[in-house]
């Protein structure tokens, strides 16, 4: 089946500088990204929906600003914390679906911690 | 917009038992799919199973299967031959139209169930 890479598997950072993580579909054409965020014990909330070469759609309450997210290629994306403070503590997720294929493929999470 | 409710927090089954996990949903869309994904511990999300809303006969994979009400808006998993590699926490999504073809989820709260040998 497809496969989604998602780099670093954890990071910790000081606050106040900014991290990067990568969202790779390894066999397949990304034509859509997902980026969800996911607090201890609780649901995965979407922040923002991306399709390849357009600029991102925010959720309500996610500032586009403080994590800054790019689709440049169909098969990488990648989000940025900018910024990072403690709250921004969390698990995040990407999950991406090709063009000719209505499932979606997750990856494996990143769990960021700002000290 | 869209909401998915689970509303058992934590369930438990004996190995070898039947269990089934309940989840509504609510919306105002004609199109969307229904989803189960299990995160184990490793935090991986799983696809379990899928359901198309404009399909009438319940999804099946294996030991896993829908009970979907579409009047009712009801989409439980029932997990047959509990298995301790279930044990997991499984989220109910609800999948909108994001456009080009694509969807996004919004997921329950999530059902935290334990396999007990």
């Known amino acids: 089946g497809a496969v989604v890479s998602q780099h670093p598997s954890r990071v910790i950072c000081k606050s106040g500088t900014s991290v990067k993580i990568e969202c790779r579909s390894l066999d397949f054409q990304a034509t859509t990204m997902f980026w969800y965020r996911q607090f201890p014990k609780q649901s995965l909330m979407l922040m923002a929906t991306s399709n390849e070469g357009s600029k991102a759609t925010y959720e309500q309450g996610v500032e586009k600003d403080k994590f800054l997210i790019n689709h440049a290629s169909l098969t990488l994306s990648t989000l940025t914390v900018t910024s990072a403070h403690p709250e921004d503590s969390s698990f995040y997720i990407c999950?991406?679906?090709?063009?000719?294929?209505?499932?979606?493929?997750f990856g494996s999470g990143t769990q960021l911690s700002v000290l | 917009a869209q909401t998915v409710t689970q509303s058992q927090p934590e369930m438990s089954v004996q190995e070898a038992e039947t269990v089934t996990l309940s989840c509504t949903y609510d919306t105002s869309e004609s199109n969307y799919y229904l989803f189960w994904y299990k995160q184990p511990p490793s935090r991986q999300m799983i696809l379990v199973i899928r359901?198309?809303?404009?399909?009438?006969q319940n999804a099946t994979e294996n030991r896993f299967s829908v009970n979907f009400q579409k009047a009712a808006k009801s989409f439980s998993l029932k997990i047959s031959d509990s298995q301790l590699g279930d044990t997991a926490m499984y989220f109910c999504?609800?999948?909108?139209?994001?456009?080009?073809?694509?969807?996004?989820?919004?997921f329950g709260k999530g059902t935290k169930l334990s396999v007990i040998p």
């Open positions: 999504a609800f999948g909108a139209s994001a456009g080009a073809g694509s969807y996004q989820l919004t």
């Open positions: 999950s991406a679906r090709g063009a000719t294929n209505e499932k979606l493929f």
């Open positions: 359901q198309e809303a404009y399909k009438q």
